[in-house]
């Protein structure tokens, strides 16, 4: 009867805790500040999102690190891209800092977020796209210094 009421709780644990990180009808907490709060849903309906997005990624991973498959369905940096918010001044937030969309759900349910140990916690932008953005704005200052001259 000892070892039943030793092992008890350990079954209570195992049963109750697959509940308690489920996300169970918790809407997302930080809508209007990402590319996927304008979305209708995910990669996968957000109920399966929220309760398998890590086995998706670990399965995901093993196609890339091991067969040498890459698609974006869902990857990891592709969840960020969408996932990641901006601050007033247009700044990418890391998208596991506090009060962010992978830290907010984390910390609620208790549970570590590795991945971004070794990954970019913001989009890494092509070297096309920042030559673009550095054009655009050498454009604006060049105009804002003609116009300046021009109405002196």
Sequence with gaps: MPL???IFPIILILIIAPKTFSHDD??????GKSKADLLESCVEPTEIMRKK?????YHQRDLTVIDG??????SLANCIDCHVSRDEKGAFIPIN????FC???HIETATNIDCFACHASVPRHNKLEAKQENTRKSISIIANKLEYM???
């Design 97 to 100: 800092e506090e009060g962010q």
């Design 4 to 6: 039943l009421l030793r």
């Design 53 to 57: 997005h890590y086995e998706f990624l």
């Design 26 to 31: 918790q809407t997302h907490k930080l809508v």
């Design 103 to 105: 830290y907010t759900c």
């Design 150 to 152: 021009v109405n002196r």
């Design 69 to 74: 498959i890459r698609t974006k369905k869902h």
